[in-house]
C-alpha cells in the first residue's frame, strides 16, 4: 500500500480537503479520490489527488 494525497480548493484558494488515503496502484487511487470527492460533494471545484512519487493522479480545474 502506498500514501495518496488529496487536496481540494474553493474558488477563493481555501482548502476544503487535504487528506491522505492508502491504495495499493494508481488505479485504485484514482478510484478512491473520485469517491472521496462525490462523498463530499467536491467533484466540481478544483482538485488534485498525486502519488507518493509526485505523479498527478486526478486534477480538475
Not at 469517491?35 to 488534485?48: A, G, I
Request: hydrophobic content about 30%.
Amino acid at each position: 500500500m502506498q500514501t495518496y494525497k488529496l487536496t481540494a480548493f474553493s474558488p477563493d484558494g481555501e482548502k476544503l480537503i487535504d487528506e491522505a488515503f492508502q491504495a495499493e496502484n494508481d488505479q485504485h487511487a484514482k478510484e478512491l479520490g473520485s469517491n472521496l470527492l462525490s462523498e463530499k460533494d467536491l467533484q466540481e471545484v478544483t482538485h488534485r489527488c498525486t502519488s507518493p512519487r509526485g505523479k498527478l493522479i486526478l486534477f480538475h480545474r
